[in-house]
């Protein structure tokens, strides 16, 4: 299933902002950042952001299965 919403990160400011799948695909210009006005913006894939929130936390497999540790 597809996301309905896409993340971007600006170069320039390193900050990270959502758009919903609807509104891009309705707008036909550039993406700029809401932050610092750059047009340097890159998509996320999900698996980015996926990898971005396992670093902060610890996992392990019990079963086969990835399990937080607390």
């Known amino acids: 299933m597809e996301p309905t919403y896409i993340s971007y990160l600006c170069n320039r400011c390193k900050g990270e902002f959502v758009l919903l799948k609807e509104q891009v695909d309705k707008f036909a210009g550039d993406i700029s950042c809401p ?3 750059s047009r340097n913006v890159k998509k ?3 698996g980015d952001v996926l990898k971005e929130c396992m ?16």
């Open 35 to 37: 932050y610092c006005d």
């Open 44 to 46: 996320q894939t999900v």
């Open 55 to 70: 670093q902060e936390r610890s996992y392990k497999r019990v079963n086969g299965a990835l399990r937080e540790k607390r």
